[in-house]
């Protein structure tokens, strides 16, 4: 099983970033996919989540108007569209799989995103 982000980086205040997790060695279009992140210091948070095959999202409160989850089951890549962003957006962010089959969750490495003037 393999998950891998892309798309991070350094963004000033107020810009946007694109995250991509391209999966691999599972059912993605069967998995609930979500993304997490932890800030230095802090513990991991929940951002997005999307089920599939795509019907439902949910955000935390923290990132609702200004983060976007979508999925391509035809790819198997989830993304995050981030919007707006703020400083204290800055975190590694991963991506996770819940696969509704075998009700195991996997994690990928994750990406550096950071905000800053």
């Known amino acids: 099983v393999q998950l891998v982000e892309s798309g991070g980086g350094l963004v000033q205040p107020g810009g946007s970033l694109k995250l991509s997790c391209a999966a691999s060695g599972f059912t993605f279009s069967r998995a609930d996919m979500s993304w997490f992140r932890q800030a230095p210091g802090k513990e991991r948070e929940f951002v997005a989540l999307i089920t599939y095959p795509g019907s439902s999202t949910n955000y935390a409160d923290s990132v609702k108007g200004r983060f976007t989850i979508s999925r391509d089951n035809a790819k198997n890549t989830v993304f995050l569209q981030m919007n707006s962003l703020k400083t204290e957006d800055t975190a590694v962010y991963s991506c996770?799989?819940?696969?509704?089959?075998?009700?195991?969750?996997?994690w990928g490495q994750g990406t550096q995103v950071t905000v800053s003037s």
């Open positions: 996770s799989a819940l696969s509704t089959l075998s009700r195991i969750r996997y």
